[in-house]
């Protein structure tokens, strides 16, 4: 039996993970759930799941969970709650599903308890990933990638040495505006860009694959991942997403990892790991595989894609003040506050104003407030109404 402690186990990762756990019960216990609102959609999983401890971010959404608790169960409540969750759990392994750098924090506990981590919240890895794998190698444990284009290098790459890699092919579905003219991506609206054609995420997420900045952060996080230098990470679009990204080993073999657009998989192999247990989903389909396309990416219309590139090339603390100014952003976006390429605009900008070194993950945290503060100026100087909330970003 494994022990899991979910975290956000009410969004897209958590409930699809949940799912997961539910047809497998004699496999898998969870230990601990948190999330950040709490409140009933939490409630009803600490009723069905009985866990030992729960996290809650809100106070307010507290109560309705505390009604659910089991008798003998802990429920912890504040900004804290999930450290406190961590480090309080017997658990084998922790699946992260938290949304932004709020997750940072979780990532580095997990590995301290000396646990490895499935995990999705790629901004650890884009924020502090350096010292995330390092973390994870001094205490001799695993940060087995979920996010689907990792979850296929990690499978593809198996034990053989990063040097045998000539490159790797992070696949990208181009997201909802692939069609459109330039002129049209500056007028969409909020339901368009959130329409994904092929994935059911989150909003932060969904917004990123519309402007492609979610495969900014995904290079980013390869990197880190992999150990690969950024000018062997490349980009191809891929409008179908059952090729879920690709490796060009040294002798030019490609090993690519394939399946419908289903983020169940990538989450059923990290419960797994470093085994393969059956599951129910689908595999190999010819109606779904009939045709697979492959397309250069185009950063003239979403100019968000180059960025990640170019923080890893000013280094240090640029790559977690892009993801800030991006939760910004994207927040202002989904309120209303500002077009959709002003996201890619207040990115670079930020982006390029850091790059200093960071030594440690709350040098780290402080950089990232910075980089919120300098997007919400940024976004104020073009013109948009300061109506999102500092710190309500990505929630
Ligand atoms: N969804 C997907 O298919 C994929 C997601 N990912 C990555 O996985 C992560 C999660 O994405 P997704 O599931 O789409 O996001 P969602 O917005 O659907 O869910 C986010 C989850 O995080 C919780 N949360 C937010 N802040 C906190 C906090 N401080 N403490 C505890 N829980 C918190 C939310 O709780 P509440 O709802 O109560 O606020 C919710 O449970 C992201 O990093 C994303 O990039 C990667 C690949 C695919
Ligand atoms: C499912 C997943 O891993 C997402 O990160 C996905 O990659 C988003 O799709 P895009 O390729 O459109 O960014
Ligand atoms: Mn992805």
Redesign the pocket.
């Known amino acids: 039996m494994r022990s899991l402690l979910l975290l956000g186990s009410t969004g897209s990762i958590g409930t699809q993970c949940l799912d997961l756990v539910r047809g497998a019960r004699d496999r898998f216990v969870v230990v601990g759930l948190s999330s950040g609102r709490g409140g009933d959609a939490l409630a009803a999983q600490v009723r069905e799941f009985a866990p030992r401890f729960v996290a809650v971010r809100d106070p307010e959404g507290a109560a309705a969970v505390r009604a659910a608790l089991p008798p003998t169960a802990t429920l912890f409540v504040g900004e804290d709650a999930n450290l406190e969750l961590i480090a309080a759990a017997e658990f084998d392994l922790a699946v992260h599903g938290i949304v932004g750098s709020a997750g940072v924090a979780s990532t580095q506990a997990v590995l301290e308890r000396g646990r490895s981590v499935a995990l999705?919240n790629?901004e650890s890895m884009v924020v502090a990933g350096e010292l995330l794998m390092e973390l994870a190698r001094s205490k001799g444990v695993t940060i087995i990638p979920?996010?689907?284009?990792?979850?296929a290098l990690f499978q593809c790459l198996g034990d053989v040495p990063i040097d045998r890699v000539r490159r790797l092919i992070?696949?990208?579905?181009?997201?909802p505006l692939w069609e459109r003219s330039k002129d049209e991506i500056e007028r969409v609206t909020v339901d368009e860009a959130l329409a994904?054609?092929?994935?059911d995420?989150g909003p932060r997420?969904?917004i990123?694959?519309?402007t492609?900045l979610?495969?900014a952060l995904?290079i980013v996080e390869a990197h880190h991942l992999f150990g690969i230098d950024p000018e062997r990470i490349e980009v191809a679009v891929?409008r179908q997403?059952i090729v879920?990204s690709m490796v060009e080993f040294v002798d030019g073999s490609v090993l690519a990892q394939m399946g419908p657009?289903d983020?169940r998989g990538?989450i059923h192999y990290a419960l797994n790991w470093p085994g393969r247990s059956p599951a129910d989903l689908v595999g190999f389909d010819l109606d779904l595989f009939a045709k697979l396309t492959f397309e250069a990416p185009d950063t003239d219309r979403f100019p968000a894609l180059a960025l990640g590139w170019r923080a890893l090339e000013l280094g240090g603390d640029a790559p977690c003040a892009l993801n800030a100014a991006d939760e910004v952003a994207v927040a202002a976006f989904l309120d209303g506050s500002i077009p959709f390429t002003r996201i890619a605009r207040v990115n670079a900008e930020v982006v390029n104003a850091f790059g200093s070194a960071a030594d440690d993950v709350e040098t780290l945290m402080l950089r990232d407030r910075e980089a919120r503060a300098a997007a919400r100026r940024a976004l104020e100087r073009l013109g948009a109404p300061s109506t999102a909330r500092p710190g309500a970003e990505s929630r």
């Open positions: 999705a790629k979920v996010d689907s284009e990792h979850s992070l696949t990208a579905s181009g997201g994904h054609p092929n994935w995420m997420i969904t990123g694959s519309a492609l979610n495969k995904e891929h997403s879920h657009p983020m990538p």
